[in-house]
């Protein structure tokens, strides 16, 4: 199923999965979202050259999705569940673990088509992918010191931990919790499910975010 928006003044944009040959385009794409820092892989392009958007891994799928304006390739976005996170759980738990959390891997717009909001609506699109999936959490890895970049998630609602700080959640296994790996990047996170807010709690001098449930006010009734 693909989204179609009008949008004025340009052509119609349509968002959906990547088609089998659109490999090497969104891996392009990808490329600006990791400039300087390393490349998108090759084997990425290959994957979704012979599975399309929906690319088999270790634990479940990523999923790439494609927006295009009048033909033109003008943005993507890639998502997986946290693999890393899932392999560090015991073998029994990793399959119930993989719609736990869901990682924006990749996100990029092309040049020529930015500030017209195709990034806002690839990366709603992709939310509501993993809500609809049951995903707790959207977590995006930013590069410390990419303030730019963490405005950008901050305005479409996502909180920005800080360096090593611990993120605590819920899944149907119970309390889990997941952090950016100290490896040069924070974590920006979302929750997806209702009811379900993001609050930083202090314990014992170090602090913590924190997905709670929000408790409905029978004044509100």
Partial sequence: MALMTDRPGSSTM??????????????????????????????????ID?????VPLPFGRGRCLIARIGGTVAGMVYTTPAIRWIQEHPPAQRAALVHSLVEIELLAVAESHRGQGIGTELLATAEETARSAGSHLALAKVRIGAFATMRWYRKRGYTIAAQAEPVIF?????????????????????????GVVLRRRSERGSSMLVAEHVASNPGNR
């Fill in 170 to 194: 819920r899944t149907r296994a119970g309390f889990e919790s997941c952090d950016d790996g100290s490896d040069g990047y924070q974590l920006a996170v979302k929750t997806l499910q209702p």
């Fill in 14 to 47: 349509t968002i959906a999965l990547a088609a089998p040959g659109d490999g090497r385009a969104a891996v392009a794409l990808g490329a600006l979202a990791v400039s300087g820092h390393g490349a998108a892989p090759s084997a990425l392009a290959q994957a």
């Fill in 50 to 54: 012979t599975h399309g958007g929906q």
